[in-house]
């Protein structure tokens, strides 16, 4: 399948008081056309800067791109002027944010909000427009938009202020969605309505879609591909079904045993001793290092390398290095479904 | 199961209501008519989505609100009854909370030791300033974090530590009875099983009882012995934790089972998910009958008219739902 966004040794960091915060350093990653590729980590592990970096929503002038290349549509969006990044950002690649109490404007009405977009990037009157954002309100499942799209945020629940957010998202038909924690601010009911909208609409409109999440049962449920960050780097990618049965990583067995399952009875979950990495101050090596059972001498002292194990599944740890000594993932994982 | 019924309970809720006022004539109803009881020594862990009423359960139950009806008893005693400051200080010191958010939770003007420390200095736990330090560094070896942490600041932890410091202040006293009130939503994945492991294993040293409110349905029922589920200001069900999972029979407790995703792709790829229309409705202006009723896929015409009660459906598993009620059963044909 083609990419349709690549993402070459990005690296970004923070000026602050302290010194330099290095939040991404050198990711490597590429969304292919139609896929949901899942992006998870705790947070401080730099995914929401790589997305915000796609997007160049980076605050100013405290962050900067340091290097690398995010290629879209044959152009490289780092190096784009604000002008020309306005064009695209919320026609061809778009967002949903977190937080939707806070993601709309309290002061605007939901129509215009939604046709706030569609009539800068498509040109379209303003009868079009309306029309279309009652469309799109009917397509996330808002009923009764003729009259809900004249109504402000504060008149709609958290779920509903979501799907609004959604629709502002695909009102033009963008070819890339960024979901940073779509619904991490939901209720579990209201969450299962929302990530099966997303699923649907990405059906209907194939876009690719980049999920940020720290929730591995919303990734098990949502994407085809997952990247895992620790650190500012991407320490694992593979497909869902490598990432969650055949993971390589301790960083991701840790977090796949560290979940309680549902289904069967656990006395103790498998914690991750300490806390991750200052990045104003990053580790030598490895940035898992030191909360890792296997560390090694040389994980201290040099990053390891990407091993590519299948055609999609890469893994940076020096315990696949051939000197390694052969260590077994946690037993829970090992049995085979997380989760089961 | 014969068992249980001879375990004491330690809490003991009945018919508890809390309501509130909001604006001039409006009464928003969090907690209405809630029943249940805690063993001692076990963990009751407190589900439901947000307005569901499970943390003002929590904060009525340590007198952090005044109950508008009902009572909790508490080894017997009624919590909200008229108290001297002797006999309050004597209960506040049995029962001890942690809250939700450790940035917020913690006075950013206090050191450690003094947050830490306050509930001996107000119960005089300790004779002198050494032995007051002592306990203090003892609790934070307690918690998992040492001594060197005592002088400084919260704003010089990180989450996760905040919330043992929080845990560390609620055990200084040596209570009988923790309420957590979403003791790790606001952390991330890999510090939450931390802080659930600590909290287990001070369970097992010290003989805690723990009341435990969440949304995280995984968590509750990794950590919990019985669990209540709570809607809209109801309890719909209770039941020892395997038992509500395993077999859970009120359809909104099966939904939100359903609704949980699992970290297992294959089981998400053939699961059929049960989703709820609708949001939870304001419990300003609750639905009549059942409060459930207006998203329930089952709901008949009877879940309109009559409210149903909390029995016993199967041994220790409760339920209000007309589903299983005899007298009602038949107006639903499955």
Known sequence: MENILEIKDLHVSFDTYGGEVQAVRGVNLELKKGETLAIVGESGSGKSVTSKTIMRLLPKPAARIKSGEIWFNGKDLTKLSEKEMQKIRGSEISMIFQDPMTSLNPTMSIGKQIMEGLRKHQKLGKQEALQRAIELLDLVGIPNPEARVKQYPHQFSGGMRQRVVIAIALACNPKVLIADEPTTALDVTIQAQILDLMKDLQNKMQTSIILITHDLGVVANMAQRVAVMYGGKIVETGTVDEIFYRPKHPYTWGLLSSMPRLHSKTDELLAIPGTPPDLSNPPKGCPFAPRCPHAMKVCVEYMPDYTTLSETQKTACWLLDERAPKVEPPEIIAVGGAGK | ?334
């Open chain 2, 1 to 334: 199961m014969t068992e249980t019924a001879e375990r004491e309970k330690l809490i003991e809720v009945k018919n508890l209501k809390k309501y509130f006022k909001v604006g001039k004539k409006a009464i928003l109803k969090a907690v209405d008519d809630v029943s249940f009881h805690i063993y001692r020594g076990e963990t009751f862990g407190l589900v439901g989505e947000s307005g569901c009423g499970k943390s003002t359960t929590g904060r009525t139950i340590i007198r952090l609100y005044e109950a508008t009806d009902g009572e909790v008893l508490f080894e017997g005693k009624n919590v909200h009854a008229k108290m001297s400051r002797k006999e309050l200080k004597e209960f506040n010191k049995k029962m001890q909370m942690i809250f939700q958010d450790p940035y917020a939770s913690l006075n950013p003007r206090m050191t450690v030791k003094d947050i830490i420390a306050e509930g001996i200095d107000i119960h005089g736990l300790a004779k002198s300033k050494k032995e007051r330090d002592e306990k203090v560094y003892e609790l934070l070896e307690t918690v998992g974090l040492n001594k060197e942490h005592a002088n400084r600041f919260p704003h010089e932890f990180s989450g996760g530590q905040r919330q043992r410091i929080g845990i560390a202040r609620a055990l200084a006293v040596d209570p009988d009875f923790i309420i957590a009130d979403e003791p790790i939503s606001a952390l991330d994945v890999s510090i939450q099983a931390q802080v659930v492991n600590l909290l287990q294993k001070l369970q097992k040293e010290r003989g805690l009882t723990y009341l435990f409110i969440a949304h995280d349905l995984s968590m509750v029922k990794h950590i919990s012995d019985r669990v209540g589920v709570m809607y809209l200001g109801n309890m719909v069900e209770v039941a020892a934790s395997d038992e509500l999972y395993d077999n859970p029979l009120h359809p909104y407790t099966e939904a939100l089972l359903s609704a949980i995703p699992v970290p297992d792709p294959n089981y998400e790829r053939s699961r059929e998910r049960i989703i709820l229309k609708g949001d939870v409705p304001s419990p300003v202006n609750p639905p009549s009958g059942c409060r459930f009723r207006t998203r329930c896929p089952l709901a008949t015409d009877i879940c309109a008219q009559v409210a149903p009660k909390l029995r016993e459906a199967r041994e220790g598993h409760w339920v209000a739902c007309h589903l299983y009620d005899d007298e009602y059963k038949h107006a639903f044909n499955k």
